[in-house]
């Protein structure tokens, strides 16, 4: 026997279901369509994997920084109007700032190094 809770679980969830379903499968976050659902991450995922094996570090902090910048601004504009309640601008101003903090993270990464442990130390050593 299912609990009280576990049922409008279940009902909340196919009516989550059902309503992205109508709106061409988007998922959408307060009625507005979700930027979290975007191809920048998927690039930040790729550009990732070179990163954590310490490969072509200077180049990849660059472009990585890049992606993080263009995704800050292009999809978490919190300083516009429109935003449906102040948890959501919050949430979306959140996001932004974080972009933007972890591309300062990058650029320090680049100036600094990223270290003896990396591909990019051995190649050198190899030189």
């Not at 919050?90 to 993270?105: E, K, L, Y």
């Not at 990058?106 to 990223?114: C, D, I, K, T």
Request: glycine share 10%; with cysteine; aromatic share 14%.
């Amino acid at each position: 026997a299912l609990s009280r809770s576990q049922m409008l679980r279940m009902k909340s969830r196919a009516d989550a279901a059902k309503f992205a379903s109508n709106a061409g499968g988007q998922r959408h976050h307060y009625g507005r369509p979700d930027p979290h659902d975007n191809y920048w991450m998927l690039l930040e995922c790729l550009l990732g994997i070179p990163l954590a094996f310490g490969l072509y570090t200077t180049r990849v902090t660059r472009w990585l920084c890049l992606v993080l910048l263009v995704e800050a601004f292009t999809q978490w504009g919190w300083w516009g109007g429109g935003m449906p309640s102040w948890h959501y601008r919050q949430h979306v101003r959140d996001h932004f700032f974080t972009n933007v903090s972890v591309a300062g993270g990058l650029l320090l990464m680049q100036s600094f190094g990223a270290g003896v442990f990396t591909v990019d130390s051995l190649l050198a050593k190899q030189e």
